[in-house]
């Protein structure tokens, strides 16, 4: 699997995957410049690219890009019960 194949399966979770061009390079995969837009999609494409092998079978590539998703979300998510304890 390619790595812009595997954002684009992300990205079509996330948002009807609109605006692919705008985060991730659409031929290699890696993942564009910050700019003002939705930074968590650009997060999202970073962290995939960041841990992405292009020697890994297709399901390893999935799992990893699945464990970093997750370990996102449980950040987030510690965020936002810091802030419940503020509110």
Wanted: glycine share 8%.
């Amino acid at each position: 699997m390619k790595l812009a194949e595997l954002h684009k399966i992300a990205a079509d979770g996330y948002a009807g995957g609109e605006g692919l061009s705008e985060y991730f390079n659409p031929e290699t995969g890696e993942a564009t410049e910050w700019h003002l837009g939705d930074s968590l999609q650009w997060f999202m494409h970073v962290e995939i690219a960041e841990t992405f092998d292009a020697d890994a079978a297709d399901d390893v590539q999935i799992a990893e890009a699945i464990r970093v998703m997750e370990s996102a979300v449980n950040d987030l998510q510690g965020a936002i019960n810091a802030l419940y304890k503020h509110k």
